[in-house]
């Protein structure tokens, strides 16, 4: 009765989340599959063929598919509970409607540029190839932007091409360009040592740091996203240092 009562209050405890449902889901599946292959002894050869195969592949398969969730859908696997406050579940809440609402906002303005595009080459009747390739240069134009660091960093090959919907956050962004210019700055220095302007606007992008005026090398996450603060597909950012 004891390991009953010990299992049944694990089961109880991994409940609570969506990770431990995954976890219990395969606990069970993969026990009783074990359970029925090595306490059955009428099983035929041919039973036990699959069991065996089953055996070995679903360790390989739920590993592939748990990858695939915690790159893709991490923010899901985590309850309530799993958070320090409520204050953290609310921000990922309000990330997460945010980004759907860019998400879907970006998709209508990439549908009427197509649809602007297409219509306006075919009247200038051009050969289908030009066409197509003119549209896929549009496209890029409309779901990119660019963040030019070459005169940061003093090399060509500094420019960097970004999908718009890769980053959910401008806390996001800053940090991916941190990591391209790490041999040059240190960590939590935005709008000290260096800040991204849009070269459109000329305005520079200021994150919470600089509005809350707190001090470099504190952690500070900025949950806005990137349209809140101005930065919309074709864009090109430069990386330089702030003027004072």
């Known amino acids: 009765m004891t390991d009953i009562s010990s299992f049944g209050a694990t089961a109880k405890g991994l409940a609570k989340n969506p990770i431990g449902i995954i ?4 606990v069970l599946i993969y026990g009783f599959a074990a359970l029925t292959l090595g306490f059955n002894p009428k099983l035929e050869f041919w039973e036990r063929v699959p069991l065996v195969w089953f055996l070995v592949l679903f360790p390989v398969a739920v590993l592939a598919l748990f990858g695939w969730l915690v790159s893709q859908h991490h923010e899901k696997l985590y309850a309530p509970s799993d958070l320090r406050t409520d204050d953290i579940f609310l921000k990922k809440s309000q990330i997460s ?5 860019d998400f879907q906002a970006s998709n209508e303005e990439l549908e009427r540029k197509i649809l602007e595009i297409v219509n306006r080459l075919t009247k200038e009747q051009l050969e289908p190839e030009k066409i197509a390739k003119q549209v896929a240069r549009e ?26 919907a890769a980053f959910e956050t401008l806390g996001a962004l800053t940090d991916e360009v941190y990591f391209k210019l790490s ?4 960590p ?3 709008g000290t040592t260096w800040v991204l302007r849009n070269e459109s606007t000329g305005d520079v992008i200021r994150t919470l740091r600089m509005l809350t005026a707190t001090p470099p090398g504190q952690p500070l996450t900025d949950i806005r996203t990137l349209r809140e603060v101005g930065i919309h597909p074709g864009n090109t950012l430069i990386v330089e240092p702030p003027h004072c």
Do not use: H, M, N
């Open 23 to 26: 976890a219990l889901f395969i």
């Open 139 to 164: 496209v890029k134009d409309a779901t990119t932007f660019l963040v030019d660091a070459r005169d940061f960093l003093g090399r060509q090959d500094a420019i960097f091409t970004y999908p718009i």
């Open 188 to 190: 939590f220095q935005y």
């Open 97 to 101: 409607e945010k980004r759907d609402a």
């Open 183 to 186: 041999k040059s700055v240190r």
